[in-house]
């Protein structure tokens, strides 16, 4: 046997051990991704200790670009569902609708809120609302929740600074301004057919509805005791549009610049995910919090709670970037590119063909796209004129296929909706699926007009 097929061999053998490891013996993802790593180093003949230096300097790498960006979107996340921003958004948005209207606008509240917060800490802080406006419309709870889901996962899957796109963003060398632009181009029509169109066309697949007096109890937005006046609406809506907002122009203006000029200058640090995100937390910060009547010690508290879950999935996003180093450190990942060459299937279809078929194994997107890129990303190098922006929408998109019981966002909508798993496989995993098909249909449609 030669010695590249040896090599690709292993990296095979690791993907599949990082899969057992989670699926069969129920490792944390972090602690499964590491043993995979280093078990791959040590397999290909690099002493553990080397190993164990180039899966440190992969882990500080990724985390050097998707740290700063996570960090400071839960931040921000945190405030505007503190403050009571993010309720004031989904309330403006719904108001007194008539029901036909409903999961039009809950869908477009949850893919602005969506934006900045983690899936599980937006869609916990929605389900009351879903409740109240059930029962105040007197419709079956998933005409409202399924929509509200559906926005959220629009967000959730596509658009940085959510720990999948962003960790996506890092390892192709992509923009994040261009792929917000080309994930909300995607992803507004996306959110439009999966969320009210998709609820009306299933709505009769429903099943039994659930008992709308057993819902949950909101906590999450309870407001502090000296709480002054109620969050702005309007501020609310600048706070999650100003962070893509100035990505946008800082890509358009470095496109229409001369690089060395002050214009220049100007637009690339708009350009700069942490920056933008810095200034909309600061913004924040006084427009929602000390406006509204909030003391420093309640604003640290707020920013506090919002980091409190995103720990665990740095670990992962390290972890993730620790394999694609081992991969490289192997020679694997120019085993990739060379082989790639003569593969029939294009890049983006394989990217997230590859992240599909992780997450049906693994369940995480966010496992199923820090393994992918390692995967995916030498086949750029293979192929040059393919748009970085459009792979980590491809790999993205392909993260959120299939969710099923081995996933933990399936087990949250189905018992914060008092359904069967039965009913949560033509609803939730029907939905998200139809979302990454969609996706992936939406990039290669891009992917006719935008080049790298």
Request: proline letters at 6%; hydrophobic letters at 50%.
């Amino acid at each position: 046997m030669s010695t590249d097929l040896q090599h690709l061999l292993l990296g095979v053998g690791a993907v599949v051990v990082l899969v057992l490891l989670i699926t069969k013996a129920r490792l944390h993802p972090f602690l499964a991704l590491t043993l995979a790593a280093l078990g791959l180093g040590v397999a290909s003949g690099i002493a553990p200790a080397p190993a164990v230096k180039a899966f440190q300097g992969g882990f500080g790498d990724a985390l050097a670009g998707v740290g700063p960006t996570i960090g400071l979107g839960t931040l921000l996340g945190g405030i505007l569902l503190g403050s009571g921003g993010a309720d004031r958004i989904a309330t403006v948005f719904i108001g007194a609708r008539p029901v036909r209207w409903i999961p039009a606008a809950i869908t477009a509240a949850a893919l602005l809120i969506g934006m900045p917060h983690l899936f599980d800490v937006s869609f916990v802080m929605l389900v009351p609302l879903v409740y109240t406006v059930a029962k105040r419309t007197g419709t079956h709870l998933l005409y409202v929740g399924l929509p509200m889901a559906a926005g959220l996962y629009v967000s959730h899957g596509l658009l940085p600074p959510h720990p999948s796109p962003t960790l996506a963003v890092t390892a192709y060398d992509a923009s994040t301004g261009l792929t917000i632009l080309y994930g909300l181009i995607i992803g507004i029509p996306l959110a439009v057919l999966t969320g009210p169109v998709l609820t009306r066309a299933i709505s009769r697949w429903f099943g039994p509805a659930p008992d709308l007096d057993k819902g949950p109890v909101q906590t999450a937005t309870d407001e502090p005791e000296h709480r002054r006046r109620p969050a702005s609406f309007a501020l609310a809506l600048i706070t999650v549009l100003l962070p893509p907002g100035l990505m946008l122009i800082g890509t358009v203006g470095t496109a229409n610049t001369t690089e060395g000029t002050l214009p220049h200058a100007f637009f690339d640090a708009c350009d700069s995910s942490v920056l933008s995100l810095l200034a909309a937390v600061v913004f924040a910060f006084f427009a929602l919090g000390v406006r509204s009547g909030f003391g420093l010690g309640q604003l640290q508290k707020m920013a506090a709670k919002g980091l409190g879950p995103v720990g665990g999935i740095i670990l992962i996003l390290g972890a993730g970037g620790g394999l694609k180093a081992m991969l490289t450190e192997t020679g694997i990942d120019t085993l990739i590119s060379d082989y790639a060459v003569d593969w029939a299937i294009p890049p983006l279809l394989l990217g997230w063909l590859v992240a599909a078929l992780l997450r049906i194994c693994l369940g995480s997107a966010t496992v199923a796209t820090a393994a992918a890129t390692g995967i995916v990303a030498p086949l750029l190098t293979a192929y040059p004129g393919t748009s970085p922006e459009l792979m980590v929408l491809a790999t993205a998109s392909g993260a959120v296929m299939l969710s099923h019981v081995n996933d933990s966002g399936f087990w949250l909508f189905k018992e914060y909706f008092q359904l069967s798993v039965a009913q949560t496989f033509r609803t939730w995993t029907l939905m998200l699926s139809l979302q990454s098909l969609l996706s992936l249909g939406g990039v290669l449609l891009l992917s006719t007009v935008v080049h790298g």
